[in-house]
């Protein structure tokens, strides 16, 4: 079909009303993922004539306009119709900012990773919730995270099975006054905390009220080579020792705020070996999300391609199952390699 229709509107600035001259807005048939571009006149405005698109269109086809300025974007989508063949759609830019929402890769290594051209084919926010996604995966089957991630106040029951002596202790014991409520006499003086490995401690407190009373809570002072009343025996398993005012048994029994996760700043050869397989990990993950989708289209159409810069998935997708085979190679390899760091993969 070769009949216009036409999708215009006015690109605005991030305030919803200042509108921005010069800018590239781009249409893409979601059907064919054919695109056509054009250039905001003095005045913002845009218009997308898709009767020029190559291989033309069908009626109900979806049509996307986006546009990416700087670190800036939006995209609008519509149904064609014969009958009423033009929409009006303004577009607004939003901040794309990497850092408050994504953590394990960017935008850019996603570009890069698809030959540099996959802002002609999907938007920015697909990009980005496509990365979001596959952090999700990641800090999922590792069940920590790889950035650092701040708990306040994570209270803990003290009973038979999250208080445990530490082998010092038992080493000791004889020497050491016995906590009065341990059944056994003996010192039960090492705790967990919920989330590793733990990157610092920001205050430890114990409760000393009793079953119905309020709580009453002792802030207590980490060990350092002075004097202390707890010491962190081990950050990769998150376990912390009482050297004095031990926890008591019940409900409440003592409370922690901390870091935990691995820190991108850290200066540690290990960290920064894990963080960069974690990196290869989500771009990875993503790219195999973002092909899929393209692909998922022409499943149901096997006369139509999809192409993202070089990478062609042929009629009906069945030509993407090299490149997605060689992805899930990589993406299992990756996994075993963080295992083989120390990293539990579930």
């Known amino acids: 079909m070769t009949d216009i229709f036409l999708l215009y509107g006015i690109l605005y600035d991030t305030d919803g009303t200042t509108p921005i001259a010069s800018a590239t807005v781009k249409g893409r048939n979601e059907s064919t993922n054919k695109t056509i571009s054009t250039t905001t006149n003095a005045d913002g405005q845009y218009m997308l004539d898709f009767g020029n698109i190559e291989d033309g269109w069908t009626e109900g086809d979806l049509f996307t306009a986006y546009v990416r300025y700087t670190n800036y974007d939006d995209d609008v989508t519509v149904t064609s119709s014969a009958d009423v063949p033009y929409s009006e759609q303004n577009l607004t830019l ?144 998150s376990v912390i020792d009482f050297l004095s005012d031990y926890p008591r048994f019940g409900k409440r029994s003592w409370k922690c705020s901390y870091t935990y996760g691995y820190d991108p700043t850290s200066t540690v050869r290990r960290t920064q070996m894990i963080l960069k397989l974690v990196e290869r990990l989500c771009i990875t993950l993503t790219s195999q999300m973002i092909i899929t989708t393209k692909a998922s289209g022409s499943i149901f159409d096997s006369d139509r391609d999809v192409k993202i810069g070089t990478i062609e998935v042929k009629a009906g997708s069945k030509s993407s199952a090299t490149y997605q085979s060689s992805l899930k190679i990589e993406i299992d390899e990756l996994w075993r390699e963080l295992g083989d760091l120390g990293i539990e993969v579930i």
């Open 94 to 237: 939003e901040l794309v900012q990497d850092s408050d929402e994504i953590n394990y890769c960017t935008i850019q290594d996603i570009y890069d990773e698809l030959d540099g051209k996959t802002t002609s084919d999907i938007s920015i926010s697909r990009v980005l919730k496509s990365i979001q996604r596959a952090e999700g995966r990641i800090d999922n089957r590792t069940d920590t995270s790889f950035k650092v991630v701040t708990i306040t106040d994570e209270v803990h029951t003290g009973d038979r099975y999250s208080l445990d002596t530490s082998p010092d202790s038992l080493d000791t014991f004889n020497s050491i006054n016995s906590r009065a409520d341990s059944m056994s006499g003996g010192i039960l003086n090492r705790v967990q905390l919920n989330n590793k490995p733990l990157i610092a401690v920001s205050s430890f407190s114990r409760n000393s009220a009793g079953p119905s009373e309020a709580d009453s809570w002792t802030a207590l002072t980490e060990q350092e080579g002075s004097s202390g009343d707890f010491y962190v025996e081990d950050k990769d398993s």
